[in-house]
T-cell receptor, first 117, second 113 residues
Framework: NAGVTQTPKFRILKIGQSMTLQCTQDMNHNYMYWYRQDPGMGLKLIYYSVGAGITDKGEVPNGYNVSRSTTEDFPLRLELAAPSQTSVYFC????????????????FGPGTRLTVL | ELKVEQNPLFLSMQEGKNYTIYCNYSTTSDRLYWYRQDPGKSLESLFVLLSNGAVKQEGRLMASLDTKARLSTLHITAAVHDLSATYFCAVVGTTSGTYKYIFGTGTRLKVLA
């Protein structure tokens, strides 16, 4: 299993540009997450999904959008990039047997380092 | 509000010494996770603690959970340089019937040779 994969690894955007960060997992996990981590800081949850077709906002959703059309993929869209979105973005996944149940141990992707100039 | 606090935030220690990292949380929770992050890398799972009194050990690290005190500890025994990393705890709690997964602030550990 490849686990959780993310592309690209690095990206530089100009203010106002848009881009999609890709995330794919091959572990058949139902829950998926997007976090951002600013330098020297902890993780902040942007969006999460408990299954295909179901997404919900996390702590810092403004400026981002997500979709979950398949179990495997959970892309994160930045529409109008701003310098405040410069960060490292991590995708993660986990599995729970009970729909809507408590979250389990998360498996993280390698991250995407994004700089907005 | 769900809060997870770790202390210390920064820890510099000599090789061979022992130390404990503390994780306090504000919500009722019966599960707690510890993760490790090496500089410039992603997070990897260290321990999963699923009940009061749970204790897990791997190598020089031992984690425990006291759900009544809402406290978890990560104890380091005879530290070595390879343990230098940032350690995060995470708790699953509920808000208005919805489960939330909350990470702690992280403890940056530096082990000096």
């Amino acid at each position: 299993n490849a686990g959780v994969t993310q592309t690209p690894k690095f990206r530089i955007l100009k203010i106002g540009q848009s881009m999609t960060l890709q995330c794919t997992q091959d572990m058949n996990h139902n829950y998926m997450y997007w976090y951002r981590q600013d330098p020297g800081m902890g993780l902040k949850l942007i969006y999460y999904s408990v299954g295909a077709g179901i997404t919900d906002k996390g702590e810092v959703p403004n400026g981002y959008n997500v979709s979950r059309s398949t179990t495997e993929d959970f892309p994160l869209r930045l529409e109008l990039a701003a310098p405040s979105q410069t960060s490292v973005y991590f995708c993660a996944s986990s599995f729970t047997r009970l729909a809507g149940g408590p979250h389990n141990e998360q498996f993280f992707g390698p991250g995407t380092r994004l700089t907005v100039l | 509000e769900l809060k997870v606090e770790q202390n210390p935030l920064f820890l510099s220690m000599q090789e061979g010494k022992n130390y404990t990292i503390y994780c306090n949380y504000s919500t009722t929770s019966d599960r707690l996770y510890w993760y490790r992050q090496d500089p410039g890398k992603s997070l990897e799972s260290l321990f999963v603690l699923l009940s009061n009194g749970a204790v897990k050990q791997e190598g020089r690290l031992m984690a425990s959970l006291d759900t009544k005190a809402r406290l978890s500890t990560l104890h380091i025994t005879a530290a070595v340089h390879d343990l230098s990393a940032t350690y995060f705890c995470a708790v699953v709690g509920t808000t208005s019937g919805t489960y939330k997964y909350i990470f702690g602030t992280g403890t940056r550990l530096k082990v000096l040779a």
